[in-house]
C-alpha cells in the first residue's frame, strides 16, 4: 500500500479542485490529474481521519472496471502514467491512486442505474409505488431485485448539496432526447455487465451511479470514478438472502459502517447534527472501514 494521504499538496500542477475524495489538478489544457486520496465523507461532511489505502483501492478498482468495460463506451482514460506529469519528489502522492485523463465537458446528470430496490429508491417506493417516475409492481421489499434494471437520474448538486433524484423527462429537456436516450441506454449495458461479472465473484451491485462528458468531437465518455464502494451498492452474496427475507438492509462494502457509527455516537449527549466538523473516528471504526474496501477488492480480482 501506499503511504495515507488525506490532501494532496502537489506544487507542480495547479490544483482545478479538491472535492470528497478526489484532489484534480489541471495538466495543460486537455487533460487532468485525478488524485484519490483516503478521504471519506458521510452525509457530505468530509471526516477527519483518513481510510488507509481507501484512495489506492478505489483507483484500482475502476481500473479494473474501465479495463473490462471499454467495449460498451469509450473512458476518460490517457493511457499516460500519472507519475509522468509529476514532479519526481510527488510521485510519493500519486502512484497507484491517480488516473490521468481526458478533460471533458461534464454532463451535469448524475446516471444512477437500480437492480435492486433500496436506500433513497426503496423509500420513494413506500410513497408512490415508483423511483424517480419509473412505476414499479406492488408488493416489492427492500433489498428486493427490480424485475429489470431501471434508470434513475439525479441532477448534480453543488458542493455540500444532495445531489436530486430527477425524472428521465427532465434529463432529456435539460440535455436533449436524443443524449439521454444514449446515456440511459448505454448506462444500463453497463450495469448489467458489470452485475454478471459481480455476481461470479460473490458480490451483488445492487444500484450504481456513472457520470459521462463529451469530448471535443462530441463524442460521449464515461467519465470519474465507475463502480467502485464510493459509487456502488456491493452486497456479498452470503449475507443477503437472510437480510432479505428479514427485511433489513444486508451489509454492504461501502461506508455505511461509518454511517451507522455516526447515526449513534453522542456529542454533549446529543446526537450529532450531520454538519462539520465530524465527529472524531475511533481507530476501531477506521480499520474496520479499510478492512471493507480491501475486502470487495480483493474479491473482485480473486
Known sequence: MTSVLHTCTLASLPLLARGKVRDNYAVGNDRILMVAT???SAFDVIMGEPIPGKGELLTQMALFWFGKLGHLCPNHLTGDAPESVVAPAEVPQVARRSMLVQRLAPIPVEAVVRGY????GWKEYQQSQSVCGVA????LKNAGQLPEPIFTPAAKAAAGEHDENISYERVAETIGAGLAAKI???SIAIYKEAATI????GMIIADTKFEFGLDAVGQLVLMDEVLTPDSSRYWPVEGYEPAYRSGANPPSYDK???R???EQVRINGKPWDKTPPAPRLPQE???KTAAKYREAMQRLTA
Open 38 to 40: 483516503d478521504r471519506l
Open 117 to 120: 430496490l433500496a436506500g433513497s
Open 136 to 139: 414499479l409492481p406492488p408488493g
Open 184 to 186: 440511459r441506454d448505454i
Open 198 to 201: 459481480a455476481l461470479a465473484k
Open 256 to 258: 455505511q459502517f461509518v
Open 260 to 262: 451507522d457509527w455516526l
Open 285 to 287: 471504526v477506521i480499520a
